[in-house]
């Protein structure tokens, strides 16, 4: 321990020797590990984002359908129970919120247009804290129960069908035995929504009113879940699966979108790989300083031996420098990126690019988030990498010869 | 005319709180084709003084006038300019850019001053011949003795044939044989091309060639001696 | 060789190990960046195609507002003759009229709501992929016929094959309602689940018959070709459109601004990453160069002595970085070409790229496309960022004073 200190000591004056290189050092260190928490922040926030909509959009962590509904996503894969079964069991079940709805492909007619959309008979009581619908109502209301009569519609597509609130709608689609069903609905509600996709294809109803029209009383043929947190969804599946049993299909979030559930897998590699590479561009530099630093103490570090200084404690004290000079460059640059994070806390507003981002299926506001898994990555990658990188240097300097290295010019 | 003229020239510097007095109010003139040693203890000037007249060091006070034209208020290109095409320069050892041969470390000084390559390798390959290094011409420094990299130091310094030659201390790292044979070889230098030599020295021995001799002591003249009289 | 590049080239040379770590920053950067802007060009290219080869065309002709609102009425008049003028004018086969309606296809079991184009069957070809995609059954011949070809995934979902028989109920050009019946000649596969799901062909004359277009369609497609030539078409176009018409032409950045601004935005993201890693390389680069000056000061202070100017002194450390940088350029540039070159032809394969690579019509596999442009571009500017880098180590030799720097150890 008292020897620990002693290396401690030495490697830190030593460091300050050269403080220039040692500034520029640790200023590299700090760019690099300020910008693998950084970009990390922004890409996190970003597909954080785009989970946190889609799954609001979906919506739910789980759902649950009969089988080869999501190959046929009409109203013949209807659930095999009836609908207060359903409202029952998973009542008693105790989830933090769950809904059940009927979800249909139809065809929305204004008096002047006609647009292809989905149609959702949803509970609008359950729906509320679950779909984002309810909170982005811009005009009207929402919808009060599951006998409403009224629809919620879309910005975007009540401007493309030029109709607007409390104006009459018909709206098409097909019942078990494909016989056409249509019923008009006035619009009491229109919801923004943070993707135009949303806003287009998506018409939310009273479930009862649904039912109804499609003649499938008391059916439905969409269950849809909220866990309490969406990376961690599989004790709802598993609860979920025990309630309804077999001849059902009970899927996680990420399977029902594959895009977002890649997005997720695919962005932990990302962030990995970015790390690394960001560090290695660092190494370089790292290992060059060490070099320098071993080179021009070469008689210093034979006359330390002769002294009596074993090998080993050579090699601790060159790891020890670069692991303070880590430390520093990493203590700023978790500061600086921290910073850079809060200071940008209210969002990087890229509209100019919004319709491309809209093709990612993210919003042009982007939210840096800083997540205690990835600080910690970037700081574990940088610390056990950035030791592996000094042990060369280090070695070099514990294998001198003594004499050799006093009688150096 | 003098090819070296000091007048009054004072500088002091400051080290810690010490206040040190390397030059005070030393005035000397040396003629065309002088050769002369400045000779004092550690620390009594003479290095100063030479740095003075090669306009490496500005003095605080006083006038140093090279071949008739003042040079102490030229600005460093002008002075740059000076050294490089008016005045020859030999060092301690250790003087040579290391990774250069003896003939690329007098090729580059002419390099510089804009010498043909064509005549580049004749002069240097003449110089060096000259200074007794023929065949050693592709050599580094750190392949060559103490002696034979002041021969190629002083190669460097009068390939381009100055009026002048500061020398500071050059034999301070040789040995007695060596340098002898390194001032026979300024004395030559100074008769054949009338060259002016002033050298830095507290060698006794290389004091014994000088035609004049002038001795300092905390940057002050104290003594000057016509050598060739006695 | 000129003793001033010599000089250089052998102080580059002085330390091996640490010119090497430098060059190899270099080095690692440069194949790094050959690599993945060959990437970026390779997709963003592919990406264009891909998404105009569709259905969109380079440019097109429409009635104004009809890109954002696609509504029924926003016609473009006599749009077959139009057509056949502009296809004359512009000496372009690649030309065809098309009309877009918004329906509910219903076969015997199941109903969606789908977009209708009504198209123009020999010319149709030349701007869509998707007829050649039709592998099973045939495209359309006809331009009367009462016939229709469907996405796989719409085949699939209406459950009907060639020979089925599908309903069409929609609204026309001044909302009556529109209905007719068609047989299905053909399936697509166009790759693109919004393409394959919701996308059905008509010929373009039964088309107006049944929505009751009177000679009117909605858009006149484009191909030029190659996108680079749509700026030109656009003005060519212009100049044929009827003197009293309300027209407009769109390019294709107008018609999918969401393709630009994706390319726009993963570029925003790569330059970030590029730069962090160009600013690891010059802070790598500086610290060595200043190191390599300070340690020559009792050198420098020689030659200056001797007669050379701060400012030659700053030129040879400018030449040794440069030629440092150079090596770097060269090593990284022939390297990340190798590299590259090697997934030129086999491509690259990402865990969960297919569905990343869906959502912007790409193949699962990503291919670099090497050029002059992609194996230089990085590289330049690394080696624009070396010379910038080692400019204060050069700018420190104009403060050295000769006399002090002999002195130095």
């Known amino acids: ?409 | ?230 | 060789m000129n003793i001033v590049l010599r000089l250089a080239w052998r102080n580059l040379w002085r330390y091996p190990r640490r010119t090497w770590l430098t060059t190899g920053a270099m080095i690692f950067s440069n194949v790094l960046l050959v690599f993945m802007i060959s990437i970026q060009i390779g997709t963003y290219g592919l990406m264009i195609d891909n998404t105009l080869e569709a259905l969109t065309g380079h440019l097109q002709i429409q009635a104004p507002g009809y890109k954002d609102d696609l509504k029924m009425r926003q016609v473009v008049p006599d749009a077959i003759s139009l057509a056949a003028s502009v296809r004359e004018g512009l000496n372009l086969q690649t030309v065809s009229a098309r009309g877009a309606a918004f329906a509910l296809a219903s076969s015997e079991d199941r109903s969606y709501g789908i977009q209708v184009l009504g198209v123009e069957p020999m010319f149709e070809p030349g701007v869509s992929s998707l007829p050649g995609l039709t592998k099973e059954g045939r495209y359309l011949d006809d331009a009367n016929a009462a016939e229709i070809v469907i996405g796989s995934v719409l085949a699939r979902n209406l459950r009907v094959s060639i020979g089925g028989e599908l309903t069409l109920l929609g609204s026309g050009r001044d909302g009556s309602i529109a209905a007719g019946i068609v047989t299905v000649v053909g399936v697509f596969h166009g790759g693109n689940k919004e393409l394959d799901r919701g996308i059905a062909e008509v010929p373009i004359g039964y088309f107006e018959d049944t929505f009751d277009m009177q000679g009117a369609a909605h858009q006149i497609v484009i191909n030029a070709g190659d996108y680079s030539k749509t700026e030109q078409l656009v003005q060519q176009a212009n100049a044929l459109l009827p003197a009293d018409s309300k027209l407009v032409v769109h390019d294709w950045n107008a018609l999918q601004p969401g393709l630009r601004q994706a390319i726009q935005a993963d570029m925003g993201s790569a330059i970030f990453m590029y730069a962090v890693l160009v600013v690891l390389v010059a802070f790598s680069v500086l610290n060595t160069q200043l190191m390599s000056v300070l340690e020559r000061t009792r050198e420098f202070g020689i030659v200056m002595a001797l007669g050379l100017t701060p400012g030659r002194l700053g030129r040879l450390v400018m030449l040794e970085t440069a030629l440092m940088g150079l090596v770097g350029l060269v090593m990284g540039s022939v390297l990340g070409g190798i590299v590259t070159s090697l997934f030129t032809v086999k491509g690259i394969y990402v865990p969960g790229m297919e569905e990343m690579a869906g959502q912007f019509n790409l193949p699962s596999r990503m291919y670099p496309q090497v050029s002059a442009l992609t194996l230089i571009a990085g590289p330049g500017i690394v080696f624009l960022f070396t010379l910038l880098a080692a400019i204060y180590p050069a700018m420190r030799l104009h403060w050295l004073q000769p006399v002090a720097a002999m002195r130095a150890a």
């Open chain 1, 1 to 409: 321990m008292y020897m620990l200190r002693i290396m401690s000591t030495l490697a830190w004056r030593n460091l300050w020797r050269n403080h220039r290189r040692t500034i520029i050092m640790i200023s590299a260190i700090t760019i690099g590990v300020w910008a693998m928490i950084f970009m990390t922040a922004l890409m996190r926030g970003m597909v954080n984002e785009m989970v946190r909509d889609g799954i609001r959009a979906l919506p739910g962590h789980v759902q649950i359908h009969g089988r080869g509904f999501l190959d046929d996503p009409g109203i013949n894969n209807l659930l095999p129970m009836k609908d207060e079964d359903v409202t029952a069991s998973f009542d008693a079940a105790g989830f933090d919120a769950w809904a059940g709805r009927i979800r249909v492909p139809a065809v929305v007619t204004s008096e002047r247009d006609s647009r292809g959309i989905t149609l959702y008979g949803i509970d609008p009581v359950r729906e509320r804290d679950i779909t984002f619908v309810a909170g982005d109502i811009v005009e009207g209301r929402f919808l009060e129960d599951a006998d409403d009569s009224g629809v919620v519609i879309g910005r975007k597509l009540a401007d493309n069908l030029e109709t607007e609130l409390g104006k009459r709608i018909v709206i098409m689609s097909q019942d078990p035995d494909n016989e056409i069903a249509d019923r008009g609905f006035r619009i009491v509600g229109i919801f923004e929504a943070r993707l135009e996709a949303y806003e287009t294809s998506m018409l939310f109803a009273g479930k009862s009113a649904i039912q109804k029209m499609l003649n499938v009383p008391d059916r439905i043929n969409e269950v849809v879940v909220l866990g309490d947190d969406y990376r961690n969804v599989d004790p709802v599946v598993r609860k979920v699966t025990d309630l309804v049993g077999p001849g059902v299909e009970v899927l996680p979030w990420y399977e029902v979108d594959s895009y977002l559930g890649t997005m997720m897998t695919v962005m932990d590699g990302f962030v990995l790989v970015w790390m690394i590479v960001v560090f290695l561009a660092l190494s370089f530099g790292l290992v060059n300083t060490l070099v320098m630093a071993v080179f021009e103490r070469v008689r210093e570090i034979g006359l330390m031996m002769a002294l009596g200084m074993r090998p080993t404690s050579i090699l601790l004290q060159i790891v020890i420098e670069s692991l303070l000079l880590l430390l520093l460059g990493l203590l700023i640059g978790n500061v600086l990126a921290g910073a850079t994070v809060y200071w940008l806390r209210d969002g990087i507003d890229i509209s100019v690019v919004a319709a491309g981002m809209e093709m990612f299926g993210a919003s042009s506001l982007l939210y840096p988030q800083l997540t205690a898994h990835d600080v910690v990555l970037a700081n574990v990658v940088v610390l056990i990498l950035g030791s592996i990188a000094s042990l060369s240097p280090a070695w070099r300097a514990s294998r001198y010869d003594p004499i050799e290295a006093i009688t150096k010019v």
């Open chain 2, 1 to 230: 005319m003098t090819a070296v003229t000091c007048i009054e020239l004072c500088k002091t510097y400051r080290q810690g709180d010490q206040e040190i007095k390397a030059l005070d109010h030393a005035s000397i003139d040396i003629g065309e084709g002088g050769f002369v040693c400045l000779s004092a203890p550690s620390g009594g000037g003479k290095t100063t003084l030479l740095n003075a007249i090669g306009g490496l060091d500005i003095p605080d006070s006083g006038e140093v006038w090279i071949a008739g034209k003042r040079i102490d208020n030229l600005g460093k290109g002008e002075l740059a300019n000076l050294r490089l095409h008016k005045i020859g320069y030999v060092f301690q050892a250790y003087n040579l850019v290391p990774v250069l041969s003896a003939r690329e470390n007098v090729e580059f000084v002419m390099q510089v001053q804009g010498v043909p390559a064509g005549q580049r390798a004749e002069k240097s390959m003449a110089i060096l011949k000259e200074v007794g290094l023929q065949g050693l011409e592709d050599r580094r420094p750190a392949e060559m003795s103490g002696g034979q990299q002041q021969r190629v130091a002083v190669a460097r310094a009068i390939v381009s044939r100055p009026a002048l030659v500061l020398a500071d201390e050059p034999t301070a790292n040789l040995d007695s044989k060596t340098s002898d044979a390194l001032m026979e070889l300024f004395v030559q230098l100074n008769k054949t091309h009338g060259t002016t030599f002033v050298i830095a020295t507290h060698d006794q021995r290389v004091m014994g060639y000088a035609k004049r001799l002038i001795k300092m002591l905390d940057g002050r003249i104290v003594d000057d001696i016509d050598q060739q009289a006695a």
